[in-house]
């Protein structure tokens, strides 16, 4: 089945014609989305030959971010780290400011 006709159908997603991110996050609109249904780069001996430079092309995006923008810690997220249950984590989100560095 082409990857075109199973993210449009309504039977994998909530209104698949819409462009909604919040999709991926904790909405619950979407709780009924089969997310497994994506499979962007396909699974298989027969995946796509592109896998690993889309990959690599995202650690170097991650990379200049991390090079040109200073990032720090939101008052929010600061006790972040701490939980008191060590086996199953439920992180709350981890917010951060993104500050464009001077050099």
């Known amino acids: 089945m082409s990857h075109f006709t199973t993210y449009h159908s309504a039977s994998n997603f909530t209104d698949p014609e819409t462009f909604a991110p919040s999709r991926w996050l904790d909405d ?3 709780a009924s989305d089969k997310r497994s249904a994506l499979q ?3 699974v298989g ?4 030959i592109g896998q690993h430079l889309a990959m690599a092309e995202m650690r170097a ?5 991390l090079w040109h923008f200073d990032i720090s810690l939101c008052e929010e ?3 972040w780290n701490d939980q ?3 086996i199953f984590w439920d992180k709350p989100d981890l917010i951060v400011t993104l500050r464009e560095r001077k050099d």
């Open 28 to 30: 619950p609109h979407f």
């Open 45 to 48: 001996p027969s995946n796509c």
């Open 84 to 86: 008191k249950v060590f």
């Open 77 to 79: 997220s600061a006790r």
């Open 40 to 42: 962007p780069f396909s």
């Open 61 to 65: 995006i991650l990379a200049r971010m």
